[in-house]
C-alpha cells in the first residue's frame, strides 16, 4: 500500500510539472513579443521625434532668416556709436563642436560662413573591349580603363554669404590613363534666398536643370557610369555651362517649379551646341558663331510636379527642354526635349528608411541640324536620335540597395553614321548591389552587357568604393 501511495504521489507530481512548464514557456514568448513591440514602438517614437525636429529647426530657420537684415542694421548702427561693440568671430562657436556627421566650417563672419567635403570615387574591374573608354563608356566620369580608375575625386565648399544670397563650389580631379591629372571648375554659383513670390535666382556656371540625373554629382549617382541616351545627347561632361538661371514655385496644392535656365552654350560643357570640336559636330569642322545677340545662347526650360500618392507614395514628374546654336553651320541649331518620372515607396514600418522601392525613368529626343560641309564630303542633314533608361531600385535592408538599368538609343542613319561612337543603335543592362558601410562610404559591383550597332557585344564588371570627408550638400530629393 505505501508504495503504490509513493507512486500515486509521483505520477501527480509529474503531471503537475508539465503545465507549469508550458505556462513558463507561454510566459517568455509572451515577453519577447512585448519587447518586440516595445522597440519598434520606441524606433517610431524616435523617427517622429527626429522629424518633428527638423521642422522645428526649418521653422527657425526661416523665422531667423526673416529677422537677420533687421539683426544686421542694428548691429552696424551699434558698432557705429559703440567703438567696444562685439566683432564678428572667425570659426563656430565654442558651444557647438564639430562632430562626423556635420559640414567642417572654415570661417564664420556674422551670418557669413562656408563648410568644406571632399569626395572620391574609385572604380576597379574589367571588360571583354580592350579600351572600354573607346566605344563603350562614353561619360566623362565613367570607368575608362581595365584595372583601376579615378575620375572624380572632388572638394565641395558651399556656405551663406549674407542674408540674401548663399554659395557653392565644387572642384574636381580625375586622373587619366598616363596617371596625369586634369582639374576643372566644375560648378561654381550664387543662388539668391529672400526673393518674394517665390522666386529664386541663380548665376555662374552649373548643371542645366535638365530632367534628373544631369544635375547630379556622381557620387549620388545608383549606378557606376552615365546613362547612354545623356551621353548621346549632352557629351561627356553633361550639360552644364556659364550662365543664370529664373525658378518659380508656383502657388498649387501640391508642389509645382519652374525653371528657366539661360546659357552661353559653347565649350564641351556645351556638347551639342557651340562646341569647338569635331566631335560633337558629328564630322563636320566646327565654325566659330561666336555670341552675336540673345539668338545664340542656349535656352533651357524645366517645369517639375511632386504627388503624394499616399502615406508610403510619391510620384514626381517632370518635362525639360534645351535648345540652341551648333557650330557644325552658320545657321544650325539644335533641340533636345525631355521627360522624366521618379516613384518611390517606402514601408509605414521604415527601419532607417528601409525597405523601399524606387523607379526612375528618363526619355530624350533630339533633333541636330548639321550643317554641309564642303571638304569632308557632308551635306547639310537633321540628325535625330531618341532614347531612354529605365531603373528600379530595391532597398533591400539597411545599408544594401539593389539596382536594375535598362537603356535603349537610336537615330536615323547620318552621313557620318559609320564611324560615329555617339550614334548608332545600342542597349545596355546593367544589374548592380550596393552597400553602405555608413552615409560616407558605399561599395558597389555592377554588371553591364552591352550591344551596339558599331561592336556587337561586350561584357564587363566594376567595382566603386567611395568615402566622404565631411558633410556634402544637400541634393534635390
Known amino acids: 500500500m505505501k508504495l503504490g501511495k509513493v507512486l500515486g504521489l509521483s505520477a501527480a507530481l509529474c503531471l503537475g510539472v508539465l503545465p507549469l512548464a508550458a505556462q513558463e514557456t507561454n510566459n517568455v514568448e509572451q515577453l519577447k513579443k512585448q519587447l518586440q513591440e516595445l522597440q519598434q514602438k520606441f524606433q517610431k517614437q524616435q523617427e517622429e521625434q527626429r522629424q518633428q525636429i527638423e521642422a522645428l529647426q526649418k521653422q527657425l530657420e526661416a523665422l531667423l532668416q526673416q529677422h537677420k537684415p533687421e539683426q544686421a542694421a ?24 564639430w562632430s562626423p556627421s556635420q559640414p567642417i566650417s572654415l570661417g564664420r563672419a556674422g551670418s557669413a560662413y562656408m563648410n568644406v567635403s571632399f569626395d572620391a570615387l574609385m572604380d576597379f574591374g574589367g571588360s571583354t573591349a580592350s579600351d572600354p573608354s573607346a566605344r563603350l563608356q562614353l561619360g566623362d566620369h565613367d570607368p575608362i580603363q581595365r584595372g583601376f580608375s579615378l575620375r572624380n ?20 580631379f580625375k586622373l587619366e590613363k598616363d596617371q596625369s591629372t586634369t582639374v576643372e571648375l566644375e560648378e561654381t554659383y550664387l543662388q539668391s534666398v529672400t526673393l518674394p513670390a517665390n522666386l529664386q535666382v541663380k548665376a555662374g556656371q552649373f548643371f542645366a536643370n535638365f530632367g534628373r540625373q544631369n544635375p547630379q554629382h556622381p557620387h549620388t549617382w545608383a549606378f557606376v557610369d552615365e546613362p547612354l541616351v545623356l551621353s548621346r545627347a549632352f557629351g561627356p561632361d553633361g550639360l552644364r555651362n556659364i550662365g543664370g538661371q529664373l525658378s518659380w514655385l508656383l502657388p498649387t496644392p501640391f508642389y509645382t517649379e519652374g525653371f528657366l535656365g539661360v546659357f552661353n552654350g559653347q565649350g564641351g560643357t556645351a556638347f551639342s551646341f557651340r562646341n569647338p570640336e569635331q566631335e560633337g559636330n558629328h564630322g563636320r569642322t566646327p565654325i566659330d558663331r561666336g555670341l552675336r545677340g540673345p539668338g545664340d545662347l542656349l535656352y533651357a526650360p524645366r517645369i517639375t510636379s511632386s504627388f503624394d500618392l499616399t502615406d508610403q507614395q510619391t510620384l514626381v514628374v517632370g ?17 533636345v526635349y525631355g521627360v522624366d518620372g521618379y516613384w518611390k515607396w517606402k514601408s509605414a514600418h521604415a527601419n532607417q528608411g528601409f525597405p523601399f522601392v524606387s523607379w526612375q525613368t528618363e526619355a530624350l529626343y533630339q533633333r541636330f541640324g548639321a550643317g554641309e560641309d564642303v571638304s569632308a564630303g557632308l551635306s547639310a542633314e537633321n540628325l535625330r536620335d531618341w532614347g531612354f533608361y529605365s531603373q528600379l531600385l530595391w532597398g533591400i535592408k539597411p545599408r544594401w540597395v539593389a539596382g536594375l538599368r535598362g537603356e535603349f538609343v537610336t537615330g536615323n542613319d547620318g552621313a557620318f553614321d559609320a564611324s560615329d561612337i555617339f550614334r548608332g543603335d545600342r542597349t545596355r543592362v546593367s544589374p ?7 552615409e560616407f562610404s558605399k561599395i558597389r559591383l555592377q554588371y553591364n552587357y552591352d550591344h551596339g550597332q558599331l561592336f556587337g557585344d561586350d561584357h564587363s564588371v566594376w567595382m566603386q568604393v567611395e568615402f566622404l570627408l565631411g558633410s556634402h550638400a544637400a541634393h534635390k530629393f
Open 153 to 172: 575625386a572632388e572638394i565641395a565648399l558651399d556656405g551663406a554669404v549674407d542674408p540674401y544670397l548663399k554659395g557653392f563650389a565644387n572642384i574636381v
Open 74 to 97: 542694428a548691429t552696424n548702427q551699434s558698432s557705429a556709436t559703440d567703438p567696444t561693440a562685439a566683432v564678428p568671430s572667425l570659426g563656430p562657436p565654442a558651444e557647438q563642436p
Open 432 to 438: 548592380n548591389l550596393t552597400w553602405y558601410p555608413s
Open 319 to 335: 518635362a525639360s527642354a534645351a535648345f540652341g546654336p551648333n557650330d557644325s553651320g552658320p545657321h544650325s541649331r539644335t533641340e
